[in-house]
């Protein structure tokens, strides 16, 4: 199993090929199928061979699982922002952006304003689903 953007290390990787009457026979061997772990998903590739008389080995697969297993990204600026008593607060996500595999900006807003809470520090969390 890979994760995505993880390097797969190629489809020849652990395979051998053997004849009991050929003594080279790697050269006729056949793979078909390609992984792209940019994507997630299951990718099958195929093998395929078959001796200088015609006889063909059983076809073999292999099976290459690509998950997601990228966490979602929040980037702020500025991470912190001063404001005077009575001062319009501009919004919870103004700045925020949010980036998995490409980055998106974030489009849900909410606004408060700065004289319906206490002075000092008000603590905002963002998730990103």
């Not at 994507?39 to 699982?65: F, Q, S």
């Not at 990204?73 to 996500?93: K, R, S």
Request: hydrophobic share 35%; proline share 5%.
């Amino acid at each position: 199993m890979l994760g995505t953007g993880d390097d797969y290390i190629g489809n020849l990787t652990g395979v051998t090929v053997s004849d009991n009457a050929d003594a080279e026979i790697s050269t006729r061997l056949v793979v078909e199928g390609e992984v792209n772990t940019a994507v997630p998903g299951t990718y099958t590739i195929t093998y395929n061979v078959t001796d200088e008389t015609g006889n063909p080995a059983a076809e073999v697969t292999r099976t290459v699982t690509v998950t997601d297993d990228d966490a979602p990204v929040i980037e702020v600026d500025p991470m912190v922002i001063a404001l005077g008593t009575g001062d319009d607060y501009i919004g919870n996500l103004t700045g925020v952006a949010s980036s998995r595999h490409s980055p998106k900006t974030i489009t849900q807003r909410r606004s408060i304003r700065s004289d319906s809470h206490p002075m000092g520090i008000c603590k905002v969390a963002w998730v990103n689903p």
